[in-house]
């Protein structure tokens, strides 16, 4: 009825989102979200008489499959044809780092989840259907769940690593206080939207093209093409975008990928595999919990001498990126803190949950955790404040990282001494206590929390990246990368450095889909390094046409290429405009049969690591911050709530000041999540009991903090970022470990006995607890 008018006022109301975002770049793929348009896997247009895929998984953690009856599925009408482990061509083995995970089991499961088989029918309805028709007998074996029984057990992933720096042991002789304990720090569900999956589609020659959710398209490639026997240039993989990753879709987007594609080779005709969302949350591994001792000495001033910690990392039944996670547990044990004597061990612990994986700060937040406990635990013991020592340890310009790499550029003392004097720190601190005094039904706790992030695949050889560039005779510009939308707003920067380089409006460029044919060979989008590495390459390949397009002009023009810039799609002679635009630049270099493409690859430079020392410099630079955290404890009902959040961020020069923002938002609340609400079950059998969101509480918009100030630190920013933008995607997740220490800090105030503990999620029944825990009674 009122159609017209009101297409008419969302087109005026898009007008106005467009020029705003000329004036401040906001993540332009906004557009499409909102209206609905923005396409995922499950918006592939799929070919005619497309099958439907669904995964048959374990029943049981542990055990031997003494028989499984297809029968009655294989009998149903509309199934087409259920696959094993015995029709792959190739190897049933999908391991990235280690050839330890089978795709299908053969005659063992080793966790609850575990793919066994894939129906394929007409529709989801009839697989699922078919699914429930399979019968499994398993002879059980004992299951582990925990690090410390795999430890006991001896079952471990990978030898234990360790990361050593001056002599501990004789440290620990000279310090005045010296304080032992444990932590345990849960798992976490990376949660993304659009749930796993794949469709895949048979093209030419046994060529198959596979669209996939993920965050590495590389990996997708050659696991299928292993997995099949076949070559890797039979394999196409193409990314359109992701409802979100997190880690999630680094590894474990390819089982299901692979499964699409084995069906499309068995019966050349398109599959679609997507999981829902309980299938989902059952076959697939999350952030690892970590159970961890630690031992911290400090001398009299409250200089951290020695720190020794061992993390028992639950990696789950295979690998998968567990081995490289733990490293970064390693990298990242003493946070933004100087230390001289440091020995850090890791132990992988192979234990029968589904393999645990990469999530946004991989491993770096469970050791950060642990050295702020130590501290908490320290602080409380003295009689002093954490922030006290806290403040008397932050990393300083040229100090030694346990791994050997030099700090340089540092940021701690500036980022900490910002925040505590921008945001006033001692009135923050007088309200809460004021607060504490004149309330006894609620008590405020306030916690700080500083980061140190290095950024940088901690495995040297994956940083790299390429980018292919294309200039279209009408001017306008297509970009491919192995960059991968998730959400984070990769593409408007690439769209920034090439419009930027150019000098066009950034309408003129396109990026294109991330498609393993036009970028080969590429890392995944991970490790907060995607815009770095593939921006790196772009602004390359920008740079390159660039320099060919001015020797066009310079000679049309008659003046040297040095001479020439281009600006707001005109040329320029030094500061003078010509008639020259563009547009018509570009048909020039055309009829001058001047190549309007390029191809440009870039690798960080500086970086190395010797794991045989455990020494190097492994990360291109670190991101640092300080988040001030205050939170009221509901002491009736052991709720909470968050007032306020704080922050002073390093964002070197940030190029897309909106994004940026989005991520150190975004990534609080999860790192929010993560340490106070976010409880993964597992009972002892290795069932998942918190297998949907009735029984897995994350932030939603009543949860998040009140109040959320972020102040960008003024810094020069790093010359191995993306135009001095530093990397944003993980750091700021660990702010949200300042929640857990500032809800702890309440309970203390209500509880004078309560005994420190350090066992997050800090979840409103772990509070009720604490606040009431052998509290003397007036
Ligand atoms: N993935 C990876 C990562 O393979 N290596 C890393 O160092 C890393 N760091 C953070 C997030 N993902
Ligand atoms: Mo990652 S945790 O895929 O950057």
Redesign the pocket.
Known sequence: MHKNKSNNELESQLDAVSIALKKSIKNLDSYTHVRGESLYVDDVNIRQGTFHAVVFDSPKAHGKIKSVDYSKAEALEGVERILTYKDIPGKNQIGGIIPDEPLFAEDEVHFWGMPIALIVAETEFIARKARDLIEIEIEELPVITTGKQAKEKGSLITKPRSFVLGDPEKAFKDCEYVFEGETFSNGQEHLYIEAQGAYAEPLENGTIKITSSTQGPTAVQRTTAQVLGVAMHKIEVDVTRLGGGF?GK?DQATPWAVMAALATYHLNQSVKLILNRHDDLRMTGKRHPYESTYKIGLSKDLKILAYEAEFLQNAGAAAD?SP?VAE?TLFHATNSYYVPNVNVTVASCKTNLPPNT?FRG?GGPQGMFVIESAIAKAAHDIGVTPRAIQEANLLDENDVFSYGQIAKKVEAKNSWESATSIYNIEAIEREVEEFNNSNSAFKKGMALMPICFGIS???TP?NHARALVHIYLDGSVGISTAAVEMGQGVNTKMMQIAADVFSVPIEKIKIETTNTTRVANTS?S???STADLNGKATLKACNALLKRLKTVAATYLKVTPEQITLKDEFVYIKAKKTQLEWTQLISMAMLERVALTENAHYATPEIHFDKTKEKGHPFAYHVYGTAIITTTVDCTRGTYEFDSVKIVHDYGKSMSKGIDLGQVEGALVQGIGWMTMEEIAYNDDGKLLSNALSTYKIPDIFSVPKIVETVPLETKGHELAILKSKAVG?PPLMYGIGAYFAIQNAIKTFNPNYDLKFHAPMTPEKVLMGLYESRPTK
């Open positions: 880690g680094e990126l490289a970064r990469a991989f695949f901690t495995n994956m995944p991970a490790a907060s993980e």
